[in-house]
T-cell receptor, first 116, second 112 residues
Framework: KQEVTQIPAALSVPEGENLVLNCSFT??????LQWFRQDPGKGLTSLLL?????REQTSGRLNASLDKSSGRSTLYIAASQPGDSATYLC???????????????FGQGTILTVHP | KAGVTQTPRYLIKTRGQQVTLSCSPI?????VSWYQQTPGQGLQFLFE???????NKGNFPGRFSGRQFSNSRSEMNVSTLELGDSALYLC???????????FGQGTRLTVV
């Protein structure tokens, strides 16, 4: 059974800092890994998708890496801003044949607060 | 392009009642997945539909069911509601199920 862990559970930083969020998973047989952000009471916004054959993806100030063999991913946020304050969720799609498609296993999230 | 649309946004129901939630996926997406989000359990997978067939199911009781129509729209039904069913219900759509997932804004269900 796939288990996803995110560290730290919460993070508070001053504006402008570069920061790293961590995600680990127990089963390395994944087909992709996605990072999402969630604002309070809202749905999830997709930030980055990394396919199992890829090592990293970048979008603006965000960079996500994937080390499938060690079961780890990191989300790097450069020059953080107050608008980045949200919960960040890591989710993996585990490759157990076609019946596993469409099922993402989520971590508990990292609550990020960026203060001015 | 239009995103994933969930209706209604908010619902208040009484214990023992049933409820139906709706999800319209992004055009061209054939996979729709449903998740339950609670403060204690986080996001938990309910089931996934692809081309009108349930392809994958999580560990929820049979009171939770769903279906998908030929236009890929999906509905989720919960019968005999319990207080513990109070949660944010999210649906996600993707082209094939193993591609990028996009989520709707969710339906907030409160059972009293």
């Amino acid at each position: 059974k796939q288990e996803v862990t995110q560290i730290p559970a919460a993070l508070s930083v001053p504006e402008g800092e570069n920061l790293v969020l961590n995600c680990s998973f127990t089963d390395s047989a994944i087909y992709n890994l996605q990072w999402f952000r969630q604002d309070p009471g809202k749905g999830l916004t997709s930030l980055l998708l990394i396919q199992s054959s890829q090592r990293e993806q970048t979008s603006g100030r965000l960079n996500a890496s994937l080390d499938k063999s060690s079961g780890r991913s990191t989300l790097y946020i450069a020059a953080s801003q107050p608008g980045d304050s949200a919960t960040y969720l890591c989710a993996v799609g585990t490759n157990a044949g076609g019946t596993s498609y469409g099922k993402l296993t989520f971590g508990q999230g990292t609550i990020l607060t960026v203060h001015p | 392009k239009a995103g994933v649309t969930q209706t209604p946004r908010y619902l208040i129901k009484t214990r023992g009642q049933q409820v139906t939630l709706s999800c319209s996926p992004i055009s061209g997406h054939r996979s729709v997945s449903w998740y339950q989000q609670t403060p204690g359990q986080g996001l938990q997978f309910l089931f996934e539909y692809f081309s009108e067939t349930q392809r994958n199911k999580g560990n929820f009781p049979g009171r939770f069911s769903g279906r998908q129509f030929s236009n890929s729209r999906s509905e989720m039904n919960v019968s005999t509601l319990e207080l513990g069913d109070s949660a944010l219900y999210l649906c996600a759509s993707s082209r094939q199920g193993n591609t990028e997932a996009f989520f709707g804004q969710g339906t907030r269900l409160t059972v009293v």
